[in-house]
């Protein structure tokens, strides 16, 4: 747990949250503010800031998220249609909450 970091208050439920998912290793919620039909967030409860901070004992809760965003696709039925599982990393890469998290995004019209 952060001291102010945003995605530690949902995991710990000091903001309100829906979550589509939850295990001991990671929560799943949609995106307040969507960039696609689909948009959802992928998100491990332990506060890790950014893909930079991972080492080789990350590795589990990584393919965790993988599996988390291949399930989610699966059950938001845009799997055939196709997504994209993304990671912005550090601020010139578009990381603006510093808590890890990849994003689930699809569900765009053909
Ligand atoms: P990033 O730019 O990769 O750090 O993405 C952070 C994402 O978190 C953005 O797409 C925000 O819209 C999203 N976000 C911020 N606060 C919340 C929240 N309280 N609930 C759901 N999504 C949020
Ligand atoms: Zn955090």
Redesign the pocket.
Same mark, same amino acid.
């Given at each position: 747990m952060e001291k102010d970091c %945003?995605f530690c208050k949902?995991v710990n439920g000091e %903001?309100p949250?829906t979550f589509l998912y939850k295990n001991d290793d990671l929560v799943i919620?949609?995106? *307040? &503010?969507p960039h696609a039909p689909v948009h959802i967030?992928i998100v491990p409860t332990r506060h890790i800031r950014s893909v930079n901070d991972l080492t080789g004992e990350d590795a589990k809760i990584v393919s965790d998220m993988i599996m988390a965003g291949k399930m989610m696709a699966e059950k938001e039925g845009i799997s055939k249609s196709g997504y994209k599982l993304l990671y &912005?990393v550090e601020k010139g890469g578009?990381?603006? *909450?510093f808590h890890l $998290?990849m $994003?689930l995004i699809g569900g765009w019209k053909k």
């Open positions: %945003i949902i %903001i949250t919620f949609r995106d *307040i &503010n967030l &912005n578009g990381q603006v *909450i $998290h $994003h």
